[in-house]
């Protein structure tokens, strides 16, 4: 199983990014999918969830402003962030699964992508 995010970077306050997360080595379509984001020195954050059939979560501070969605043929899940803020700065990591903040239950996870919101 691997899970490889992409699409991080260095982005203005206001500003947007979508996170990409592609995947190989277990049926995808057939897996939920999450993000989640850790700043250094504290713990990991659940961000966003998708299910199988497309049904989507969110954290409360992330609603209305990320949006999680997956395309099955090409075996990728996608954080689209917009209206970025400073306190948004992170690793954002994809994992398999959708159990929120129930971390001993997530196998597999990605290596990371670091997300920077500042002017």
């Known amino acids: 199983v691997q899970l490889v995010e992409s699409g991080g970077g260095l982005v203005q306050p206001g500003g947007s990014l979508r996170l990409s997360c592609t995947t190989s080595?277990?049926?995808?379509?057939?897996?939920?999918m999450s993000w989640a984001r850790q700043v250094p020195g504290k713990g990991l954050e659940w961000v966003s969830g998708?299910?199988?059939?497309?049904?989507?979560d969110y954290a409360d501070s992330m609603k209305g402003r990320f949006t999680i969605s997956r395309d099955n043929t090409k075996n990728t899940v996608y954080l689209q962030m917009n209206s970025l803020k400073p306190e948004d700065t992170a690793v954002y990591y994809c994992?398999?699964?959708?159990?929120?903040?129930?971390?001993?239950?997530?196998?597999?996870w990605g290596q990371g992508t670091q997300v920077t919101v500042s002017s």
């Open positions: 994992a398999m699964g959708s159990y929120r903040n129930s971390w001993t239950k997530y196998d597999y």
């Open positions: 080595g277990f049926t995808f379509s057939n897996s939920g």
């Open positions: 998708i299910s199988s059939d497309g049904s989507t």
